[in-house]
């Protein structure tokens, strides 16, 4: 009795996988190929092919946020052999205020004056005059001046500050993590979505 496979059904018509849809970072084409390699001559659950089509698509909705966090989970970028890693920001705030005031006064001082002088002549004298008295008047002339002042400043720094600490605190060993990350390079996310797709779409009867 012939059997229907995805193999067989994808030769008959190739949109068979339009509507699978994969997060960013997962190539379609690989996890088809891959599929059908895997799927060899399994028989097909729902051997009508518009509703097998429809399922895949429903299949891969369902499935969308599991594989994206696989995805975000594997492209995540570290150092294998560091199991601690602490990232801190802080801000420094600095204010500087100064102010000063006072007075200030002077004085000017000087003198002030006049003279004033009467000249007379005799009658038989001619023309020539002579000094009869002089006034002189004499004065000072101060002037003050005072005022005041003040001046206020003020500053504001701020400054932000970042540090990390990272390294091997000694949990695990460095190797005892390098052999962890060589197991989990194994993890091979194409054939653990594939593995869930035949789970759900092909009976593993050889």
Same mark, same amino acid.
């Given at each position: 009795m012939a059997k229907l496979t995805l193999i067989g059904m994808y030769n008959f018509d190739d949109t068979l996988f339009e509507y699978l849809t994969m997060p960013d970072g997962i190539d379609?084409? $690989?996890?088809?190929?891959?599929?059908?390699l895997q799927s060899g001559d399994f028989e097909v659950l729902y051997p009508n092919l518009d509703f097998l089509k429809m399922s895949i698509g429903a299949w891969s909705n369902k499935w969308q946020p599991?594989?994206? /966090? @696989? %995805?975000?989970?594997?492209?995540?970028e570290y150092?294998?052999?560091?199991?601690? &890693? /602490? %990232? *801190?920001? @802080?801000?420094?705030?600095?204010?500087?205020?100064?102010? =000063?005031?006072? $007075?200030?006064? +002077?004085?000017?001082?000087?003198?002030?004056?006049?003279? $004033?002088?009467n000249r007379v002549s005799a009658y038989d004298s001619g023309? +020539?005059?002579t000094t009869k008295d002089a006034?002189?008047?004499?004065? $000072? =002339? =101060?002037t003050n001046n005072s005022g005041s002042f003040s001046n206020n400043r003020s500053q504001t720094y701020d400054g932000i500050r970042s540090g990390r600490?990272? +390294? &091997?605190?000694?949990?695990?060993?460095?190797q005892q993590m390098l052999e962890? *990350?060589?197991?989990?390079?194994? @993890?091979?996310?194409? *054939?653990?979505i594939t593995d869930i797709f035949l789970t759900e779409f092909v009976l593993p009867i050889y």
């Open positions: 379609k084409e $690989t996890l088809v190929n891959n599929i059908l599991t594989f994206e /966090r @696989w %995805q975000k989970a594997l492209a995540l150092n294998p052999i560091e199991n601690y &890693n /602490r %990232q *801190e920001e @802080w801000t420094d705030s600095h204010n500087m205020n100064s102010s =000063d005031s006072g $007075t200030s006064s +002077g004085k000017t001082e000087g003198t002030t004056g006049s003279l $004033t002088t023309d +020539g005059l006034i002189a008047v004499n004065g $000072t =002339d =101060d600490m990272h +390294g &091997n605190i000694g949990v695990t060993t460095s962890a *990350e060589l197991h989990l390079g194994y @993890w091979n996310i194409y *054939e653990k």
